[in-house]
């Protein structure tokens, strides 16, 4: 597969089916919501019980705002509820608004599996924006398949999955982890790595693909593999044994607020990111916020979207995104992926004409945003979304260098051969 993809071809709208959805819609703007849903009856919009009126529809929205991962998870909440009000604003979905039901998992696997259900089962949301870790969705998966749910899971991730009942609004490995390596190998003539991450599924699946990527196609070392529990702060002894290695690049998925210690006592122990190579494929902006800039400084991350992005799309954005929640707010890939969430089931669910399960995932295939703070996005029949591969520097300031970035969008393959 290539790593620089033209425009998306395949299953999708045709340019007919596409212009006359535009047309539809533009008219539907303008009319009223209430003639909307008439246009719409509950009745057959809605033939599975989902919490839809003639003037509402309620999802979920299912995060961690307390423990470890609240320092990541605030801005996916926050980007939610702006798509949302946005939406509202806007009309809403097929004439109806949309009502919220938030829950907390509180940075714990079990409780995420337990909210999920009510969502489902007792508040019967029409769709859920939720999860951050792979440890979460793992949790929540077998609950939405059992109760035929839709979730909208916004994270950048390891891949290996593919469900009927998940649109993946983030990167998979193919388009985050082996681009990314493929870049520092390429940039900075990379020979050996030295891997750190947080002890659950994705991180060491994650460096699992990356090691055998380093190995087997890139023909370099891996000279190190560590991890630490969620909460970890004390990384002293690994960082000793990163100055002993000494390798090119310290490739680092280290999660929530144990980034903090990481980078604060790198720093201290006298590792310059400016000279040192570091490659991060989690610290966005929401994570750097708590780090502080002049910690983390010189590093580099691969993600598909920065705040600093330059184009009509994000300024939008991040303009509606600090009149929500504050100029001293930052935004980082995972928010600007689950600001996609929302939107994304809006149009899906214009498409198919229904809020059904069934027909939600059987329309998702095609759906494009045009929107999108990132720019274009389009979502793929394996229920994951073309989109760019980029890198960019950290700054003092919190924000991120764009320094490199696919010409075109990068096709998701969840099974990439060779590295199951």
């Not at 460096?207 to 087997?216: G, L, P, Q």
């Not at 910690?295 to 995104?321: D, H, R």
Request: net charge neutral; with cysteine.
């Amino acid at each position: 597969m290539s790593f620089d993809q033209k425009r998306p071809t395949g299953p999708s709208l045709s340019r007919r089916q596409l212009l006359a959805g535009t047309a539809a819609l533009s008219a539907a703007a303008l009319v009223s919501p209430h003639a909307l849903a008439q246009a719409f009856p509950t009745a057959k919009v809605n033939t599975t019980g989902l919490a839809v009126t003639d003037t509402e529809v309620t999802v979920g929205i299912l995060h961690s705002v307390t423990g470890t991962m609240a320092i990541s998870e605030t801005g996916s909440v926050q980007a939610e509820k702006l798509a949302i009000s946005q939406i509202n604003e806007a009309g809403g979905v097929l004439g109806r608004k949309i009502k919220f039901i938030q829950e907390d998992g509180g940075s714990d696997w079990p409780t995420f599996a337990e909210k999920a259900k009510k969502l489902l089962v007792q508040d019967k949301c029409a769709s859920v924006m939720g999860c951050w870790t792979s440890a979460s969705r793992k949790a929540v998966l077998p609950v939405f398949e059992q109760y035929n749910g839709m979730l909208y899971y916004p994270t950048f991730y390891e891949g290996l999955e593919q469900s009927k009942n998940v649109i993946y609004t983030g990167q998979e490995a193919t388009q985050q982890i082996i681009a990314g390596l493929d870049w520092v190998t390429k940039e900075k003539g990379a020979k050996t790595f030295y891997l750190l991450g947080s002890d659950y599924i994705w991180p060491r699946t994650s460096n699992k693909i990356a090691r055998k990527h380093i190995e087997n196609h890139l023909k370099t070392k891996v000279v190190g593999e560590e991890y630490f529990p969620l909460g970890h702060t004390q990384f002293n002894s690994v960082i000793n044994k990163i100055k002993l290695t000494k390798p090119d690049v310290i490739y680092a998925i280290i999660v929530g607020g144990s980034n903090v210690a990481f980078y604060k006592q790198l720093k201290a122990a006298g590792i310059d990111l400016s000279q040192q190579t570091l490659l991060t494929i989690s610290v966005t902006e929401d994570e750097i916020d708590g780090i502080g800039g002049e910690n983390i400084a010189g590093a580099f991350a691969c993600m598909k979207y920065f705040q600093s992005l330059k184009n009509p799309n994000n300024e939008k954005f991040v303009a509606a995104f600090h009149k929500m929640w504050g100029d001293k707010t930052v935004i980082g890939d995972v928010t600007q992926a689950a600001y996609l969430g929302p939107w994304l089931w809006k149009l899906t669910v214009e498409k198919a004409g229904s809020f059904d399960i069934d027909k939600i995932a059987a329309a998702s295939p095609g759906v494009e945003f045009t929107g999108a703070p990132e720019g274009y996005v389009k979502i793929h029949e394996n229920h994951h979304l073309w989109s760019k591969t980029r890198v960019g520097r950290a700054r003092t300031d919190g924000q991120y260098d764009l320094i490199y970035e696919t010409a075109n969008l990068v096709e998701p393959d969840p099974f990439p051969k060779g590295y199951q």
